[in-house]
């Protein structure tokens, strides 16, 4: 028997499958045999939809993804400092001449 390297399937693939799977219309060795998919492979496939299902119709519900709360006036003030300190730095380095008027 000949060994083959390991295949990427694409999630449609793979969903096709586990409907196929799951309807139950075919026995797991005839699908097998039609995808060309190991047996145990088509059974991890089909218990992953039939274990998130109950989310699908409002399980447990997900906590929401921490968000920072911004503090607009903190930043303001910063920026006003960062821009006084900018201001005075170049009026201190254009009187000692190491800074361009270029500028």
């Known amino acids: 028997m000949t060994s083959r390297l390991c295949r990427k399937h694409t999630p449609v693939f793979k969903a096709k ?14 699908l097998a045999r039609q995808f060309d998919v190991h047996a145990n492979q088509i059974t991890q496939w089909r218990s992953q939809p039939l274990e998130g299902a109950a989310d699908v119709f409002g ?45």
Not at 17 to 30: C, D, F, P, Q, Y
Not at 83 to 103: M, P, Q, T, Y
């Open 17 to 30: 499958v586990a409907l196929a799977a799951i309807k139950g219309e075919m026995t797991l060795a005839e």
């Open 59 to 103: 399980g447990e519900a997900r906590p929401e993804p921490f968000v920072p709360t911004v503090d607009v006036k903190t930043l303001h003030a910063k920026i006003g400092q960062l821009i006084l300190e900018n201001v005075f730095l170049e009026g201190a380095l254009s009187k000692a001449g190491l800074l361009s008027a270029k500028r």
